[in-house]
């Protein structure tokens, strides 16, 4: 039996006095944890730490990372390690938390810290979990995925059989320049039994001008039990390298959420479906570099994801979003008109799984494709360069809308495993709209999102 570890999401509020200053500064941690190895109570656990960090006036870093040490009873110490940027500067968040067998709650609520730039203290202050507020949606948080349930995704599925797709895509973005990044890794298996083959591109989307891109392969397909294996490209569950052309890239990848089965998980165990899709760690921080045309890119702790995708072949036609809303949230959506004969005449069919504070909305995989006796259906509106998704599931409604601008957008041509021609129009400077309302005898609203360029969607067809 695999092992588990531990996920939850934290946050604290306090304030901080830097030097210099007068008065002191409110400041606000909106923390995503996730252990490296089973969380002991006993014994000294580590654990990555990915999130937000807001102080008042100076700071307000999305792409906050670090890592934690859990220790309360051995060494009787919770310790965070927090690194933010604040234009070019950059600062460490150290904190202690010392913990007391005489007053519990009270010593691992309260957080002593100081800040630091280039290794000197710069400020001191103090963080508190709100338990009125915060103990409910922390409890909730928790999670134990299976430890290797990760790691395991990058395993090619491909049996050698015929008529088969399979794909590791990457999709990012630069939180400095707003730079997107797109690292498509594919295995195709051709219908009339051909040899598989590896093949693949890298896209950069920058903030001013056109993208930037360049294909590698097709190429023999390489069998690695590690992930994707091609002479230009790898993909692992850590690392990610490749050159084609004049792009070079090379990335470290932090995975900071559980998996997040977009489809129901038993639709990627066992390939029953037309095909199947879903994210080994709903959220990823990338640090490397990508060289490309038009300069370096440069990357620390860049929020992004790498998805899996495995079926027969693509769809009729889709849209897909990846939406990254900070905080260990994130929202996926694929919609889909399958190929085969009979569901090729149905309306899209939407899988849509929004993770928020640690739970997984809708409950059921399958809730927001087909709905109950017709109840909370959820449509989509498959179009450029704006498309939308609307649903109901349980107490909860949302409409999500996403503007592809052209400009911003690159359409690329590739082929199916049957031989058709694909044409699939990617953006990872697109903008989303995104709206929770929840039922309390009227629809009221419960949490929303703008994203202006730092939206991950396609559009895709025959």
Not at 65 to 87: D, H, K, L, Q
Not at 104 to 119: A, H, I, K
Not at 186 to 201: I, K, N, Q, R, S
Request: hydrophobic residues 40%; aromatic residues 10%; proline residues 7%.
């Amino acid at each position: 039996m695999s092992s588990r570890s531990a996920t939850f999401v934290e946050t604290m509020c306090g304030t901080v006095r830097l030097a210099g200053d007068a008065e002191t500064r409110r400041v606000r941690l909106d923390l995503s944890v996730r252990a490296t190895s089973v969380l002991r109570p006993l014994g000294t656990t580590t654990a990555r730490v990915s999130g937000r960090v807001r102080i008042q006036g100076l700071v307000d870093d999305p792409g906050a990372v670090g890592e934690m040490e859990i220790s309360p009873i051995a060494r009787r110490r919770i310790v965070y390690r927090v690194g933010f940027t604040a234009g070019d500067r950059k600062y460490l968040l150290l904190g202690w938390k010392s913990v007391s067998l005489r007053r519990p709650v009270g010593s691992v609520t309260v957080l002593p810290y100081s800040v630091y730039e280039d290794g000197h203290q710069v400020g001191q202050g103090t963080l508190r979990f709100p338990l009125a507020s915060r103990l409910v949606p922390f409890l909730a948080s928790w999670r134990f995925p299976r430890r290797d349930e990760g790691v395991s995704a990058y395993t090619p599925r491909w049996d050698g059989s015929p008529g088969r797709t399979e794909v590791w895509y990457t999709t990012l973005t630069d939180p400095v320049t707003g730079t997107g990044v797109w690292l498509h890794h594919e295995l195709t298996a051709p219908t009339d039994g051909a040899t598989g083959y590896a093949h693949g591109w890298v896209a950069v989307f920058p903030p001013e001008g056109p993208v930037e891109y360049a294909r590698f392969g097709p190429e023999p397909w390489m069998a690695s039990p590690q992930g994707f294996s091609a002479t230009e490209a790898t993909v692992r569950s850590g690392r990610l390298r490749g050159a084609t052309g004049r792009f070079r890239w090379d990335m470290e990848q932090a995975s900071l959420g559980a998996p997040l089965y977009t489809f129901p998980r038993w639709a990627w165990r066992r390939p029953l479906l037309p095909a199947a899709q879903m994210l080994p760690a709903s959220t990823c921080q990338f640090t490397g570099a990508v060289e490309h045309p038009g300069g370096r890119l440069e990357l620390r702790g860049a929020p992004g994801a790498t998805a899996r995708i495995y079926g027969h072949g693509n769809a009729r036609r889709w849209a897909w979003l990846h939406a990254d809303l900070g905080g260990g949230d994130v929202l996926e959506v694929v919609a889909a008109v399958a190929k085969r004969p009979l569901l090729g005449k149905m309306p899209p069919m939407v899988f849509l799984r929004l993770r928020k504070n640690g739970r997984t909305w809708p409950r059921l995989g399958l809730r927001s494709a087909f709905g109950w006796a017709g109840l909370g259906r959820f449509r989509t509106r498959i179009g450029l360069p704006v498309w939308s998704v609307t649903g109901r599931a349980g107490l909860r409604r949302i409409r999500v809308t996403v503007t592809q601008p052209e400009e911003r957008t690159l359409a690329l041509e590739y082929t199916d495993p049957d031989g058709s021609r694909l044409m699939c129009r990617n953006s990872e400077r697109a903008d989303a709209h995104i709206v929770v309302e929840r039922w309390w005898g009227g629809w009221r609203s419960e949490a929303q999102w703008t994203l202006a360029g730092t939206a991950h969607a396609e559009v895709g067809g025959r």
